[in-house]
Every structure is written in C-alpha cells, then in structure tokens.
C-alpha cells in the first residue's frame, strides 16, 4: 500500500521548535519531490515548503523562509520539516504529499499532489 505518514507534531511554547517527519511505504521517495503543507482552522490549505527529489532544491512560502527547513534523507525514505522559532500562526494540521516522478515542486499547484498523509498537529501556544 502507498502511503505517506506524518510524525512529530504536538503542543509547543511560542519561540520552540519541532521536527515532522514524512515516512514513506510502499514506494521510494527517490524520483519524488515531496511538500508540506499545513491547514489551520476555518483557513484554506497552504503549501509550507517543498523539496526536490534530489534535495538539491527547496521552496517555500514566505511566512517561514529563515524559520523552517525541508531536508530529505532517500536511504530512510524520509523528509523532514525543521520548525524553529515557531508561532502561534503556524497551529494547524501538518500534511505531507507528493508530486509525480521528476515533477519540479510548485506549492500553488496542490492538484498534482497525491498520496497525502493522515496528518500531524502543530500547535504553538503559550
């Protein structure tokens, strides 16, 4: 069965950091490159950041560029959003996904994502 699933979320101070993990089964994440997204309550889904299969290439939405941080490691199937400084504006549901082999990343473009995981929740909260 392919699927993603999405780890590491919990209830986090203002300021504090997570890391979320995106395993993958079933298939290899190497021809994949793989987003984040997050969906708080009553808002729309926004894409977060997005890696390339390779690594070699990351993007991602403004509100976090210099707090999160997309990594990937193939040999463990796995890519990794790095949280720091978080606030509470990043409280939501944490989603992973990916696009179709070799397919560069574009978060506005959420349709060519499959695979979604069940989800993770974030939230930052004094």
């Known amino acids: 069965q392919l699927q993603l699933v999405e780890s590491g979320g919990g209830l986090v101070q203002p300021g504090g950091s997570l890391r979320l993990s995106c395993a993958a089964s079933?298939?290899?994440?190497?021809?994949?490159?793989i987003g984040w997204f997050r969906q708080a309550p009553g808002k729309e889904r926004e894409g977060v950041a997005c890696?390339?299969?390779?690594?070699?290439?990351?993007t991602y939405v403004d509100s976090v560029k210099g707090r999160f941080t997309i990594s990937r490691d193939n040999a463990k199937n796995t890519v990794y959003l790095q949280m720091n400084s978080l606030k509470p504006e990043d409280t939501g549901v944490y989603h992973c996904a990916r696009l179709p082999p070799l397919r560069q990343c574009a978060l506005s473009n959420q349709d060519d994502y499959r695979y979604w995981g069940q989800g993770t929740q974030v939230t930052v909260s004094s």
């Open positions: 079933g298939f290899t994440l190497d021809y994949y490159a």
């Open positions: 890696i390339s299969n390779s690594g070699g290439r990351t």
